[in-house]
């Protein structure tokens, strides 16, 4: 990710709609999805243009419009890379997981021995389900 102050709102707004999306798209694409959400489209084509500037968007190739060629264009990162650096930038790392993932299941405020049970037993969960994912890819 080459942004490194992070994403404005507006900007975060459409980049979590494209990684929803998880698919290419031109700016018109774009646009006509998100006219509902009461995007404007210049607001939209600028917000685009900086978000490509700034290495968030990727042309992932071109599509024929009427007369002219359209840019498709997808998300440089993932979701999941994005927010793991903004949570760096705020001092949280790998030492925070177990914190974090408690957070998550809702069990932070619990005694620790009630959450340490809870939390190892989602990360053996988690191990359980890339392993068994692993697995398959080996097969193939």
């Known amino acids: 990710m080459k942004k490194q102050d992070g994403l404005t ?3 975060e707004s459409l980049m979590n709609f494209l990684w929803e999306a998880g698919e290419p798209m031109t700016a018109g694409e774009m646009a006509e999805r998100l006219e509902a959400e009461g995007w404007n489209t210049v ?3 600028k917000t685009v243009q900086n978000l490509t500037e700034e290495g968030c968007l990727n042309v992932i190739g071109l599509e024929k419009n009427k007369k002219s ?3 498709k264009l997808f998300p ?3 979701k999941e890379e994005y927010y793991a650096g903004v949570m760096m930038r705020h001092g949280i790392d790998s030492r925070s997981i177990a914190d974090i ?3 998550f ?3 932070a405020d619990k005694d620790s021995k009630e959450r340490d049970a809870k939390v ?3 990360l ?3 191990i359980g389900a890339l392993r068994s994912a692993g697995d398959e890819k080996d097969a193939d």
Request: glycine content about 4%; proline content about 0%.
């Open 9 to 11: 709102a507006r900007e």
């Open 43 to 45: 607001t939209l084509f």
């Open 69 to 71: 060629y359209a840019r």
């Open 76 to 78: 440089a990162f993932t």
């Open 101 to 103: 993932t408690a957070a």
């Open 105 to 107: 299941l809702g069990v």
């Open 120 to 122: 190892i037993a989602k």
């Open 124 to 126: 053996e969960e988690i």
